[in-house]
């Protein structure tokens, strides 16, 4: 049953993204830039440790602050169908809660997942490689995937909180701001401050995207030997679970608090 239900209503959240290309343009736009930009313009002025290529270092930070879009657009998505009086309608159907959110957060792990496929090709026309063969790339691209499903039910929270696309909106770029460059998905670590080391190299940003380099054969560029950058893998995968059952959980009460004051 509840298969059935988020399938349908899944089905239906991409017919809308049919009809509205710009939220695909507006996933895919950014990263693509920073690609261009900070691939193309920046490689041969940012020195890397040992020589390594700057390209081959920012392109795990770039499907990481993809993935970290993904909060805007589920946090304006749920505001909007808030506002809008979509909960009104669910309510009248004979379906449950958590179709209705997971169906929200895999029509949006969906469209993550194109915008990284494509920022990642703009990369290998630049000459970013994966260089451990096909199993290690496609282990990177699920924690990336894991990572949008995490910003994906975070910023379902955020819109079950605020319940306003005003509020929700800035709110997205601050977090898609602060979260890509307060961490290490394009500085290597060992160049920022003491204090702010800790800070960044611990973010869900910065263990997958040290994951990604190191599963995907990319220089890591960290002399400290952080424990985070160390053993990357294993953090990002334990902190990546607790942080979506606490998130899941958290955004199904508030759901259930919304249905239940919704007239």
């Known amino acids: 049953m509840i298969l059935t239900e ?30 261009i930009v900070m691939g193309y313009l920046l490689d041969k002025t940012i020195t890397m440790p040992g ?8 392109m ?33 159907l004979p379906i449950g809660r958590i179709p209705v ?22 990369g290998g026309l630049l000459g970013w ?4 063969g096909l199993l290690p790339g496609l282990a990177g691209f699920g924690l990336l995937l894991a990572l949008a499903f995490l910003m994906s039910w975070t910023g379902i929270l955020a819109g079950l909180w605020f319940r306003k696309v005003g509020t929700v909106g800035p ?16 500085v290597p670590p060992d160049g920022l401050p003491g204090w702010l080391h800790a800070i960044a190299s611990w973010s869900p940003v910065s263990t997958v995207s040290a994951a990604c380099r190191r599963l995907w054969g990319n ?11 160390v053993h990357a893998i ?12 606490v998130v899941i959980t958290a955004s199904w009460r508030a759901f259930r608090s919304v249905s239940e004051k919704t007239p």
């Open 171 to 186: 709110l997205s770029g601050l977090v898609l701001v602060v979260g890509s460059f307060l961490s290490t998905a394009f």
């Open 51 to 58: 020589g390594a290529s700057f390209t081959d270092f920012m």
């Open 234 to 245: 294993p953090i990002a995968l334990v902190s990546i679970a607790v942080l979506l059952a």
């Open 6 to 35: 988020t399938a349908a209503l899944t089905g239906r959240r991409l017919l809308r993204l049919r009809r509205s290309p710009g939220e695909v343009l507006a996933v895919t736009l950014t990263p693509v830039t920073m690609v």
């Open 60 to 92: 795990a930070g770039v499907a990481a602050q993809v993935a970290l879009a993904g909060f805007g657009t589920s946090a304006i998505a749920v505001a909007d169908d808030l506002t809008g009086g979509l909960v009104d309608r669910f309510r009248s």
């Open 129 to 132: 490689r994966i260089h451990t």
């Open 219 to 229: 220089p890591v560029a960290d002399t400290g030997n952080s424990v985070a950058v």
């Open 101 to 122: 959110l997971l169906a929200q957060s895999l029509c949006d792990l969906l469209l993550m997942a194109v915008g990284m496929v494509i920022a990642l090709a703009v």
